[in-house]
């Protein structure tokens, strides 16, 4: 009834018709918003679809301009292997003209040698017989034609090698074809495949030597004959086998040598900084991006100014703890029987400072009240002549740089390339920075970047950036180049001399002495040096593992109640890794090694074979 009445009120006063009107302005005004609402949903809709069709256009654009790029990148990789094939067949041309070249200069040159020393030989014969010591002159000549069969043997086995290695490269050249990768690199086929290995002579055999008639017996391979009064002269050869020729673990039972009576050690310092050599290669080849980032240290910036070449205070304790375990283990558990006679101790020492204070830090280890004095009766001499004949031996250095420019360096070189790159830039060096033959070269500093990482805390730069597989090759690519250095028959016949007639003196001395003396003579040493004595007993292999900080050679010296004398060569190269991780340890891991020496093939030498090595060298 209200709104009926308040209805009728409206209509006598003309309310509701204005209320008419607002409601027609209203749906009118609603009408006009659901038709701009429709425009613009069109306009949004037309919008959208154009939108669509101009990013499918810029896509399809896109890819066919993406479709012509990798063309024409896959036309040029495709060029520039044809031109890297090109300019590695005439590499190799060029090598190959240089090889026989040099070859032929050699032959030359070792056939003059060899007319020289034939007419030396007869001089002396010619001498001899005049005096009527014909058994003598029997037994030079014997010993000279040995000597040249020898020497023939390993230029033939040399030759067969690099002959090989040419024929492999001539056969195998790099593959064509497009690599999507950074840099396409030429890879040449491994020059150090087993089969195309040259054959070995069979253990006993001999090669023929077809410049003389004279003929001599072949000599057993078994043990030495004893010594006797006319000592028999022997050279080293070669030994060959599937693992390490020169190294043979030690026998459960062995005859009894006899009496120890002389011991003479050489031992390596202990751990050090890197040298300046070993950080070149990390500034010099260093990439852009790492040069310009400095946030973290690079394998070279990690090291303090006084850490370079410096001994460590772990090197230190590892000298004090050898020291004492030569003491305490080896002359007091192994050896009891040696009455150790300290007024009759000696040391001899290179002169660089790491050497000196490692020789130093072993005297007290061992624990006498007062070390005997370094290098006495030798103050006039040069240690460098006897320790590191390898730095100061001008023949030797220019054979070794024209070695390292020569075809062997360079063949090995391409057949590692890959390797080699990958290692480089994982230490963050530019491969493209070195040539090939120097970063082969190189993997000497990185090896001993890497040792001195292991011995010394805070160091990782360099170690935790190579993987596994890349340490181990590193090693075999170090191994190589130290076994080229030092083992190549050209280099042998003069690094160790000095030592070896040191050490023969040594010996001798000790032989015509009493029975009853006993000597022990301490030789503080570089690794080069072990190496270099290596070479010029005969050997002709660098002995596996690489020799650590702290790496000792005993040389034992034994005396039988008959009267006869035979030396034992001990070698322990890693004494403070463990034997199965290669992590740090503190106390001695006495794991050594009986050197076979090339001559006898026996763990036990007799005298008279080492002489014959002495007067050879």
């Known amino acids: 009834p209200g709104r009926d009445a308040r209805e009728a009120a409206g209509r006598a006063d003309g309310t509701y018709g204005d209320l008419g009107a607002w409601r027609v302005r209203l749906q009118a005004r609603a009408d006009i918003q659901e038709q701009l609402q429709r ?56 090598l190959r003209a240089h090889y026989e070249e040099r070859e032929a200069e050699r032959q030359k040159a070792l056939a003059e040698r060899r007319m020289i020393e034939v007419g030396a030989t007869m001089a002396a014969a010619r001498e001899a017989m005049a005096n009527g010591n014909l058994s003598e002159v029997v037994q030079d000549l014997m010993f000279e034609v040995q000597h040249l069969k020898t020497q023939l043997a390993l230029e033939r086995e040399a030759k067969q090698e690099l002959e090989a290695q040419l024929q492999l490269g001539a056969s ?34 001999s090669s023929p030597a077809p410049m003389f008639s004279l003929s001599a017996p072949e000599a057993p391979v078994a043990a030495a004959p004893p010594i006797s009064a006319a000592p028999t002269l022997m050279v080293p050869v070669a030994v060959e086998g599937p693992s390490s020729p020169v190294l043979a673990p030690p026998l459960d039972s062995e005859p009894d040598p006899g009496t120890l009576v002389q011991v003479i050690l050489l031992h390596r310092h202990g751990a050090r900084g890197p040298s300046p050599g070993a950080l070149r290669p990390f500034f010099d080849f260093l990439s852009d991006d790492r040069r310009k980032d400095l946030s973290y240290d690079t394998p070279a910036t990690q090291w303090l100014h006084d850490e370079v070449d410096s001994l460590s205070p772990l090197g230190l304790q590892q000298m004090r703890t050898l020291g004492s375990w030569f003491a305490k283990e080896y002359f007091g558990e192994m050896h ?191 690794d080069y040096t072990i190496l270099s004595l290596l070479a010029i007993l005969g050997f002709r292999h660098y002995p596996k593992p690489t020799f650590g900080y702290g790496c000792f050679l005993a040389i034992e010296l034994y005396r039988t109640d008959a009267g006869a004398s035979h030396v034992r060569l001990r070698l322990n190269a890693r004494p403070f890794e463990h034997p199965e991780t290669s992590q740090p340890t503190a106390d001695v891991q006495f794991r050594p090694h009986d050197l076979v020496l090339p001559c006898v093939r026996t763990r036990l030498c007799p005298l008279d074979a080492l002489r014959a090595t002495v007067i050879r060298a």
């Open 39 to 94: 425009q613009r949903e069109e306009s949004v809709a037309a919008d959208a679809a154009r939108l669509e069709s101009e990013s499918r256009a810029r896509e399809e654009e896109r890819e066919a301009r993406l479709q012509a790029a990798v063309a024409r990148m896959s036309e040029e990789l495709e060029a520039k292997q044809q031109a890297m094939e090109a300019a590695w067949a005439k590499k190799y041309e060029e």
């Open 336 to 526: 009891p029987s040696f009455a150790l006679d300290t007024a009759r101790l000696r040391w001899r020492s290179s002169r660089i400072q790491r050497v000196v204070r490692s020789g130093t830090a072993f005297w007290e280890g061992f624990g006498i009240e007062s070390a005997p004095s370094m290098n006495a009766d030798h103050e006039r001499e040069s240690p460098d002549r006897i320790f590191r004949t390898y730095a100061v031996d001008k023949e030797y250095l220019e054979g070794v740089r024209e070695l390292m420019s020569g075809l062997s360096f360079s063949l090995q070189a391409v057949s590692e390339a890959v390797h080699l790159n990958t290692i480089f830039a994982a230490a963050g060096l530019d491969p493209e920075k070195a040539e090939p033959t120097e970063k082969l070269c190189a993997m000497t500093h990185f090896k001993e970047m890497l040792d001195a990482e292991l011995f010394w805390d805070g160091h990782d730069a360099l170690s935790s950036a190579l993987s596994v597989q890349q340490k181990a090759k590193v090693d075999d690519l170090a191994l190589w180049v130290w076994g080229k250095r030092f083992f190549e028959p050209a280099f042998s016949e003069s690094l160790g001399r000095p030592l070896l007639t040191e050490l023969w003196s040594e010996l001798d001395k000790a032989v015509q002495s009493a029975p009853d003396r006993t000597d022990f003579a301490v030789y503080s040493v570089h």
């Open 172 to 205: 195998e050249q790099p593959s064509a074809g497009v690599q999507h990768q950074q840099q396409p690199t030429p890879v040449a086929p491994s020059i150090r495949s087993a089969k195309e290995a040259p054959p070995s002579a069979p253990p006993g055999t």
